[in-house]
């Protein structure tokens, strides 16, 4: 367990120190940035990065705030409403993927033996299929889960 509390808060403390995102913000804008038009409803995006639907739009309010993001009202139902990455969003998003990079090959590849990153690639995204099998959000939005990841690409498992 101590891995499960200690990393995740040492990537969120790089993030938001080297690119003024929390992993919670990084997470929301990388999930828009794969989305069809980069839009996703409320509670898609809520199910996509594992927040409460509370959670999710306070987070999104202060992206918006921040230029990152704009909700819209669906076409299909005025009732739901989407949120859609600006262009601001989407830069920020690639300045703050190096920073995420280095932070997880700083906190966990780099303290790594080479020959342990394959087999560790491989067993994490064994895990993340069939945690992703069981979740119908997936699915309903026409994602797939992605190819696993082989030893020459290790960005993958980031």
Do not use: C
Not at 126 to 134: I, N, P, T, Y
């Amino acid at each position: 367990m101590r891995i499960v509390t200690a990393l995740p808060s040492r990537l969120d403390t790089d993030l938001l120190r080297g690119a003024g995102l929390t992993a919670s913000a990084y997470t929301t804008l990388l999930q828009l940035s794969e989305a069809p038009n980069h839009e996703l409803r409320m509670t898609d995006l809520a199910r996509a990065t594992g927040l409460s639907a509370s959670r999710t739009s306070r987070l999104v309010d202060d992206l918006r705030g921040r230029g990152l993001v704009t909700k819209v009202a669906s076409s299909a139902d005025a009732r739901t409403m989407r949120a859609r990455m600006t262009t601001n969003g989407m830069a920020k998003l690639r300045f703050a993927r190096p920073v995420h990079l280095e932070s997880v090959r700083r906190r966990l590849i780099n303290n790594l033996d080479a020959s342990s990153v394959g087999p560790l690639a491989d067993a994490l995204s064994a895990v993340a299929r069939q945690l992703e099998r069981g979740s119908r959000w997936r699915t309903h939005l026409g994602i797939s889960p992605p190819d696993p990841p082989t030893v020459a690409s290790k960005r993958t498992i980031i």
